[in-house]
Nanobody, 115 residues
């Protein structure tokens, strides 16, 4: 089993920044991709960004140029630096990890951007 714990959400004004972190623990042999989804109540979960085991980042068009994803393979952590935040970024952000063909999810952290 793999457990993911997120931290770093909160309330920020438009134009501000937040940094999300996610730490994986448990029986981990090898983590492939790690990343972040977000979800607004009533909407489907949306992929925000992910990073491969080879440190190749990928972003949704809506966050390109504003968000940066990074990972520390030695610590099994993934981070999401979010800059120039917009009210449209308000959502619950979920960390995920792809391990041996399975997806594991964190509990989610709320990000609220006020206008």
């Amino acid at each position: 089993q793999v457990q993911l714990v997120e931290s770093g959400g909160g309330l920020v004004q438009a134009g501000g920044s937040l940094r999300l972190s996610c730490a994986a623990s448990g029986t981990i042999f090898r983590i492939n991709a790690m990343g972040w989804y977000r979800q607004v109540p009533g909407n489907q979960r949306e992929l925000v960004a992910f990073i491969t085991s080879g440190d190749s980042p990928n972003y949704a068009d809506s966050v390109k140029g504003r968000f940066t994803i990074s990972r520390d393979n030695a610590k099994d952590t993934v981070n999401l630096q979010m800059n120039i935040l917009e009210p449209e970024d308000t959502a619950v952000y979920y960390c995920y990890a792809h391990v041996l063909g399975r997806l594991y999810w964190g509990q989610g952290t709320q990000v609220t951007v006020s206008s």
